[in-house]
T-cell receptor, first 109, second 117 residues
Framework: RKEVEQDPGPFNVPEGATVAFNCTYSNSASQSFFWYRQDCRKEPKLLMSVYSSGNEDGRFTAQLNRASQYISLLIRDSKLSDSATYLCVVNSDDYKLSFGAGTTVTVRA | GAVVSQHPSWVICKSGTSVKIECRSLDFQATTMFWYRQFPKQSLMLMATSNEGSKATYEQGVEKDKFLINHASLTLSTLTVTSAHPEDSSFYIC?????????????FGPGTRLTVL
């Protein structure tokens, strides 16, 4: 079983729409959770950390459910520039990070 | 701050040759660097953890004699793919951990795209 699993999508949404997706993780001892964004043929870039109480950063809202071991990301008022692959990342062991395969989001005009 | 560079950004080589990829932390000292590999439409897979002045720790299934890692200074780690074959073609990404930050804070380099003919 993969450590981090994500729906690959793609999620095709019009500008201004809300899009949400989840990931699940297998290691119940995981302590840190993140969403990264990866553009085509580029390195991943940190979008936001995910905290137990849930957190918001502008149009992006992340939630963590430790009991069910899933993390969610919601994007409100989608922009064309939000088109990317969103990687769910969990720390698996000490300082090692485990990456999901990503959820592709395409925002159309 | 916390910029990580990689060189080269892309490389094409013939099967059987060796390729060296450099990862540098430009404005900070990195006691630990990580090497990842990403195949198309797949997740980043950690290959090895590189600690300055000591031997790298390889993940299960990664051949240490094929992927040589050297972390000679606090700002430079190198990955050498020896006797490269077409199946080694991939996107190689390094990251560096900044001392004093939470243990899971990693800064990623821009990646190196390797194509083996």
């Amino acid at each position: 079983r993969k450590e981090v699993e994500q729906d690959p999508g793609p999620f095709n949404v019009p500008e201004g729409a809300t899009v949400a997706f989840n990931c699940t993780y297998s290691n119940s001892a995981s302590q840190s959770f993140f969403w990264y964004r990866q553009d085509c043929r580029k390195e991943p870039k940190l979008l936001m950390s995910v905290y137990s109480s849930g957190n918001e950063d502008g149009r992006f809202t992340a939630q963590l459910n430790r009991a069910s071991q899933y993390i969610s990301l919601l994007i409100r008022d989608s922009k064309l520039s939000d088109s990317a692959t969103y990687l769910c990342v969990v720390n698996s062991d000490d300082y090692k990070l485990s990456f999901g395969a990503g959820t592709t989001v395409t925002v159309r005009a | 701050g916390a910029v990580v560079s990689q060189h080269p950004s892309w490389v094409i080589c013939k099967s059987g040759t060796s390729v060296k990829i450099e990862c540098r932390s430009l404005d900070f000292q990195a006691t630990t660097m990580f090497w990842y590999r990403q195949f198309p439409k797949q997740s980043l897979m950690l290959m090895a953890t590189s600690n300055e002045g000591s031997k790298a720790t390889y993940e299960q299934g990664v051949e240490k004699d094929k992927f040589l890692i050297n972390h000679a200074s606090l700002t430079l780690s190198t990955l050498t793919v020896t006797s490269a074959h077409p199946e080694d073609s991939s996107f190689y990404i390094c990251s560096a951990r900044l001392a004093g930050k939470p243990q899971d804070t990693q800064y990623f380099g821009p990646g190196t795209r390797l194509t083996v003919l």
